[in-house]
């Protein structure tokens, strides 16, 4: 258990803690010199069943509140302090804020200096405290009366910190099992034989000496060379400890308060982030959209600005969804506590819960994406990912659903077993229903409007039915659909069963009849009135012959009654390809004219039939093309 302590300086925080545990957290010689804590101290107190506590000692002063935050993001109980002789002063109101915006529900208050004030005076206080934690997140916490000089109440004291120090280890292990590795960095120093160390608390997962680990933001890696927890020599240390990592391929000066030391598979660096957010009651006006703070998450601090999604404003002591548009990137993970101070740093606003570290630059306030995020704030990995499959209209990315988590894999139980997964990602099947649908009324409306085709490729299907699904899920989706017989995949062309009917034995002799002269013809193609009268058999027979073979995909009809073989519109689209390429994807039309050697009006013809079929894209005159394209391939 790691336990921090707050308050207002001067009412004891680093001599209570002296007492607690017999350390002196002030380390500087300026410390010393002004009698003040100025950065973080850390001092450790053995439990009887065998545990360490871990104290973080605060700096109280006003001017220190972003030193102190470095320190409260980590803290599993808050032990808030208040002189018996001042009562609550007013860093211990922004101390409370900072506890209470963070979500730090477990902790204690301590009247301190005791031995300076009547007992009328210290139950006065109480009193006051007690009234002052109503609607905290601390409310109702024990709050217990101490002399760090006469040792009263210290006793009291310490056997309630072992207790909720029992009460934590019960769920400590179930709690970080799955989530990998990562420490919020607050200190970097170089030892002489060692290296390099950087401390801090571990807010998930376990670590090991060896482990190969980054650094974000950055995108350096170390290698642990030794480790210290609570205080001792280590193999392994684990979450809610506080740890110093001794990092092998690091200099002192590429490390600093802020970064995050992890594991390789979810180093992550966000400069945007969507978060549930709670603007603290004290607050004299509502936050607004386009306000700017500066945030603080983990030991790190950043400019940001406030962009609120579900509310036109918030109100003291309210919550809402918003984005925060960080200026600089910070390692951010689901789950996170996040403060907000005022720009200036002179006053406490708001805090939450960090819902998802990818956020997006657009549609970020649409219903899908609030839904989306009502998905993310559900209390398990589990749950989140099976309602975020559940609502997600193009599916999840497990990988980075996974990394945003700070899961060392996505949790397996949470996919449905009618879930279309595929190449890392996965499909809800209500939306997988919903897309299967409209492939197939895309493919039906295609039909009727270029009846003489046998269908569109699946990338230009694709583009007609479902834009934003990903690639490879729209892959596995026309795979389940061909295996259900409910399309055809015909090489890169796709096309309902009943499109494409077989030919009749009269039709089928004039296919083999034909098939000749339409090698034959090259470039220039056939037409299907020298076709009829070479063959010798009636126009109006050869017509509907040559249109079926075309909806079977075993001629292409360029325009109306011109017919090419596919072998020979594979070489011309290959030449459309060689020409595009040296010209920056654009397939020139005296180019494509002369490579080919026909006129520019076939030429022409030729290029907009790939227009149509969606080998390329017209853009004003320009023949552009399409990467994701397999037609002739």
Not at 207 to 225: F, H, K, S, W, Y
Not at 548 to 571: C, I, N
Request: net charge neutral.
């Amino acid at each position: 258990m790691i336990v921090g302590t707050a308050g207002h300086i001067d009412h004891g925080k680093t001599t209570l803690v002296r007492a607690l545990t017999g350390v002196d957290t002030d380390r500087l010689p300026e410390e010393k010199q002004r009698g003040i804590s100025i950065e973080l101290g850390y001092a450790f107190l053995d439990t009887p069943d065998g545990q360490r506590i871990g104290f973080i000692d605060v700096p109280g002063h006003e001017r220190l509140v972003h030193t102190m935050v470095a320190g409260a993001s980590g803290i599993d109980f808050a032990l808030l302090l208040v002189a018996a002789d001042d009562g609550p002063m007013p860093q211990t109101l922004e101390h409370l804020a900072v506890l209470s915006l963070l979500g730090i529900a477990r902790g204690a208050v301590a009247i301190t200096k005791t031995d300076r004030a009547t007992p009328e005076r210290v139950q006065a206080v109480q009193a006051e405290v007690a009234a002052l934690l109503h609607g905290t997140a601390l409310a109702g916490a024990p709050i217990v009366a101490v002399s760090a000089h006469s040792g009263a109440g210290i006793d009291a004291l310490r056997a309630l910190l072992f207790e909720a120090a029992g009460a934590g280890q019960s769920s400590a292990g179930a709690r970080f099992d799955s989530e990998a590795f990562r420490l919020a960095i607050d200190r970097a120093f170089s030892l002489q034989g060692t290296g390099t160390v950087v401390t801090g608390t571990i807010h998930a997962g376990t670590v090991r000496v060896g482990d190969e680990l980054a650094i974000v933001p950055g995108r350096l890696r170390a290698r642990v060379r030794s480790l210290h927890a609570q205080n001792r020599a280590v193999e392994q240390a684990h979450a809610g400890q506080r740890c110093a990592v001794a990092v092998a391929g690091l200099g002192r000066d590429a490390v600093t308060r802020g970064q995050w030391l992890c594991a390789p598979g979810v180093a992550l660096a966000s400069e945007r982030i969507d978060l549930r957010l709670t603007l603290w009651p004290g607050e004299a006006r509502p936050l607004r959209s386009g306000t700017r703070v500066q945030a603080y998450l983990g030991a790190a601090h950043v400019n940001a600005t406030v962009a609120l999604l579900d509310a036109d404003a918030l109100a003291p002591g309210a919550s809402a969804r918003a984005q925060l548009v960080l200026h600089a990137p910070v390692g951010a993970w689901h789950g996170e506590r996040v403060l907000l101070r005022d720009a200036a740093a002179s006053r406490t606003l708001a805090g939450g819960r960090l819902l998802d570290p990818l956020a997006p630059a657009r549609y970020r306030r649409t219903p899908q994406r609030l839904t989306e995020l009502a998905a993310l704030g559900l209390p398990d990995a589990a749950e989140r990912l099976a309602a975020l499959l559940a609502v997600a209209p193009h599916g999840v990315d497990l990988l980075r659903f996974a990394t945003a988590q700070g899961l060392t894999a996505p949790p397996a139980d949470a996919l449905p077993g009618d879930a279309l997964v595929h190449d890392g990602l996965a499909l809800g099947s209500a939306q997988a229903q919903a897309l299967e649908a409209a492939t197939r009324h895309a493919l039906q409306t295609f039909h009727e409007r270029q009846a003489d085709e046998l269908g569109p490729d699946s990338a230009r299907l694709r583009r007609l039915s479902a834009p934003r699904l990903p690639q490879a899920l729209w892959q596995a989706l026309l795979a389940r659909l061909a295996a259900d017989q409910q399309l055809v995949l015909h090489g890169a062309v796709v096309h309902l069963p009943s499109h494409g009917a077989q030919l009749s034995a009269v039709e089928t002799r004039i296919a083999q009849k034909v098939a000749p002269a339409l090698a034959q013809a090259g470039h220039q193609g056939a037409w299907a009135r020298d076709l009829a009268r070479d063959a010798a058999e009636p126009e109006p027979l050869v017509r509907t012959t040559l249109a079926r073979l075309a909806r079977r995909g075993e001629l292409h009809q360029v325009v109306k009654d011109l017919y090419y073989p596919p072998d020979t519109l594979r070489r011309l689209a290959a030449l459309a390809r060689e020409v595009g390429a040296a010209h920056d994807g654009v397939v020139l039309a005296a180019e494509f004219r002369d490579a080919t050697d026909l006129g520019r009006k076939r030429a022409i013809q030729i290029l907009e039939y790939f227009d149509r079929v969606g080998l390329t894209r017209r853009i004003g005159d320009e023949h552009r093309l399409r990467n994701d394209c397999a037609l002739f391939s």
